[in-house]
């Protein structure tokens, strides 16, 4: 499974963009890259994932870079209930598991 | 709604004691996983069923642990002999495999071994 890196904390204001950063260098071509953020005393939950093209959900947009080293997560009005732990993953369709790291803390302010 | 359920939502125990927890995973997804999550940690893969078999098991699955899926439905992880160190948060996914892997994980169920 690639490796995904991920800042340790973020914030944004109420109503704007929140930009989630992951960096998966060491993805491979059949490996997508999931999304999903978890919220306290919660189970994760899906947000969104791509291989290649941005993608584009009710929830959020992903947006992968050319060479797939790194990708974007956009919650485009951030709310208060955003505020969470945004996990990044890279797996492929065979892969049985997801590899979780730390994740980012998304803190969203008034 | 009838996503994953996890049950019990919450078990305290003493060490060395025997704990199950059960799983019912969303009714028409054949993949069943389960992880564990410490404080401040994302969650650690633990094993996954794909119908009944089980597929796939991290080494962090020690002999202590075990897990079934007897009729591809829901599922039982057990914990022989508690340790101190097993206390966490232990979560359910299910997925449809075939295609992309959207794993929906349940609320979990938090152990504390004293």
């Known amino acids: 499974d690639a490796k995904t890196t991920q800042p340790p904390s973020m914030d944004c204001a109420e109503g704007r963009a929140a930009n989630l950063p992951c960096n998966h260098s060491?993805?491979?071509?059949?490996?997508?890259v999931y999304w999903y953020r978890q919220i306290h005393s919660q189970g994760p939950q899906y947000i969104i994932h791509?291989?290649?093209n941005n993608e584009t959900n009710e929830m959020a947009s992903l947006i992968i870079t050319e060479d797939r080293k790194s990708s974007t997560l956009i919650l485009p009005h951030a709310t208060l209930r955003d505020t969470a732990v945004y996990y990044c993953?890279?797996?492929?369709?065979?892969?049985?598991?997801?590899?979780f790291g730390q994740g980012t803390i998304l803190t969203v302010h008034p | 709604d009838t996503g994953v359920s996890q049950n019990p939502r919450h078990k305290i125990t003493k060490r060395g004691q025997n704990v199950t927890f059960r799983c019912d995973p969303i009714?028409?997804?054949?993949?069943l996983y389960w992880y564990r999550q410490t404080l401040g940690q994302g969650p650690e893969f633990l094993t996954y069923?794909?119908?009944?078999?089980?597929?796939?098991k991290s080494r962090l699955l020690s002999d202590r642990f075990s897990a079934e899926r007897p009729k591809g439905s829901f599922s039982t992880l057990e914990i022989q002999r508690t340790e101190q160190g097993d206390s966490a948060m232990y979560l359910c996914?299910?997925?449809f495999g075939g295609g992309v892997l959207e794993q929906y994980f349940g609320p979990g169920t938090r152990l504390t071994v004293t």
């Open positions: 993953t890279a797996g492929g369709t065979s892969y049985g598991k997801l590899t």
């Open positions: 009714s028409e997804h054949n993949r």
């Open positions: 069923f794909q119908n009944e078999a089980q597929l796939e």
């Open positions: 060491t993805i491979s071509g059949n490996e997508y």
């Open positions: 996914a299910s997925s």
């Open positions: 791509g291989l290649k």
